[in-house]
């Protein structure tokens, strides 16, 4: 019986597993670091091993990612990466942060997506008293005027409608804060593998601030320029958005306030087209 | 406005239409006076396909790989809220650290906004948005965008409507509006390759003189939008942005003054025979008699439009063309544009080498300046070429 076999297969290649992860624990525990290196290597081939014998009794079941692709989730890595630079980030910026600071890959095209299933799993939540609401999601940062999504940009629902909200200076004012993180992060991560790309990026986003220079520039003086320039436009752009934002907790759903206004079927007329 | 529409749209009859652009306005400058390509331009006929019909070559097109990396540094240059232009912006156009007020009128981000909006309505809307923008500047200059992506004016060109879009516009709340162009050339040590950047100052005279046109529109005096331009390139050979500025105020003056000549197209079709016209561009799998047969009609029907055969033409699509025919002609035009000037009102190659050898006596006076120099230049050479004998 091939079935009979391949299932003896697995429970054993299942057991060896487990002995070797107890092993390896006993083996950090202990830091016996040679062989902790050792059995690390011979649990990932022991993985390798049941997943084949897993897919060729159950074709159906997915196979797991490729092991070039992080094993962290979209979602998580974009949540992770606004954590960081405080402020409604574009896409670009938060695969530049992810792959300088995580160094690992973020799949942007897939952002729209998130987007949506971030949405649905919203209103899912609503819907369903007994579900669990998420804590936070990642949700699209919203224009001051006619509070639909920006093209491209994501936020955090945990932060203040205010901060969501893209107003005429906030491109600039958020890019300046989101520099000063990423210079402050630049100098925690000194001494690891992270620190030459960390610096990279921000010495790139730095380069644009008036009194930092192009190349190489240190994280102090680019917390400092980026810093002197938010006091001329910080002001400004704060009485906008928290203008915004109360006309938008005024008008608003509880669901526009985080997704934007609803998508609708725009008339001829609205739309300014016809004539 | 639309009354040459009529005689130029019968004139294109089936052939492929293709809307003007920047790029395509431009190239008014480049060929001044063609009759030919100025009824082709009004026509909105598919230059590119007409001229590889007619010579039978395909057209040279923009390989993918430079469209990516133009498209790459584009995005680069505006991504983070357009840090890049901006800092250039303060550098280059004296913008001050306040006017950073930033607005996008891509068609992309306003499809978010106005869902299900496309073509040229998605054009108007981004044309009226443009026009408020411009308005606001104006009337509450602290109150304005100070960089509006992709604002979108109108043309008109010989009765064709040209939607146009501008990469970047800077306003300062001083009272200027500068035209912000990015493109992906390097400008290596401080220069540019010549022929790319001339080009990209036409191109850029037609955003300046469109913006000036709706400066009138809303009442402003059309000097608001100040012709001195920003062209973003990457410096030398990486894709670090840098940024020089021109002031284009000549080819501006130019081009207004050959638009306005444009209208005439009409009356350049009034002269033709009627019924002259361009066939339907053969499809996709038709054989070769047919598009011989195309060519053909459409060569008799460019024949009844006189060209004016430049140093310029080279980047027109109907080039070889009218290159050929030049040189069936045995017409000066074919030696070059400075060949052509001196021989004046002699367009024939042998009156004018018949001149020049004093075989043929001048009929008029503007023949006898022409013989004078051609025979003063033959004596040159022929001195030259005995000389070194």
Known sequence: ??????????????????????ALLDATMSGDVAEATRLLQHVAVLERRRNRLVHKSNPGVAPSTSSYESSVPLRDQVIRALQLTGRPSSARLVSDVTKSRWAERVDTAKLSYLRRDEGRSWQKSQELPGRQARDVYVVPALTYDRFTPVRGTVALSAWPTGLRLIAPLSPRVDMLHSTVALAEEASTVAGTNYEAPMMRLMARLGATIPGVKPFGAEPQAVIQAARAELKEIEETDELERSEAAERAHAQLDAKALLFGTQIRAVTSHAAGGSR | MTNTAGPLDSFRGEFLRQP????????????????????????????????SLVS???????????LTRGNQFEQQVVANGMAEIVSLARRHLGLEIPEVRQHDLSASALREAYPGVTGTRMNELRVRLTRQRAEEMLTEPSQAYNLIRHAMTRLDFGGEIVYLEQDVLAFAVDGRIHVVEIKSYPCIDGRADPTKASATVRQTAVYVLSLQQLMVEIGAPPDVV????????????????????????MYVRRLRRQLASVPQAAEILDGIPTGTGLPAHPADGASAD???????????????LPPRFTDGCVSCPLFHHCRDEAELHRSTARLGSAVAGVCGNVTDIAAALDLAEGRRAPANASEAAVAATLARSAAAARFAAGGLA
Request: charged content about 25%.
């Open chain 2, 226 to 249: 100040n012709t001195t331009t920003m062209i973003v390139l990457p410096e030398n050979l990486s894709f670090r942005p840098t940024a020089v500025t021109i002031d284009i105020d």
């Open chain 2, 290 to 304: 047919e598009v011989a047969a195309a060519a053909m009609a459409v060569r008799e029907a460019l024949a009844s």
């Open chain 1, 1 to 22: 019986m091939v079935f009979m076999e391949a299932a003896r297969d697995l429970i054993e290649v299942v057991t060896a597993l487990r002995n070797a992860n107890d």
């Open chain 2, 56 to 66: 039978g070559l395909p057209r040279d097109r923009q390989s993918p790989f430079a």
């Open chain 2, 20 to 51: 003007l652009n920047a790029r395509r306005v431009a190239g008014a400058l480049e060929a001044p006076g063609c009759q030919r390509r100025t009824v082709l331009d009004a026509a909105a006929v598919n230059l590119d396909k007409l001229g």
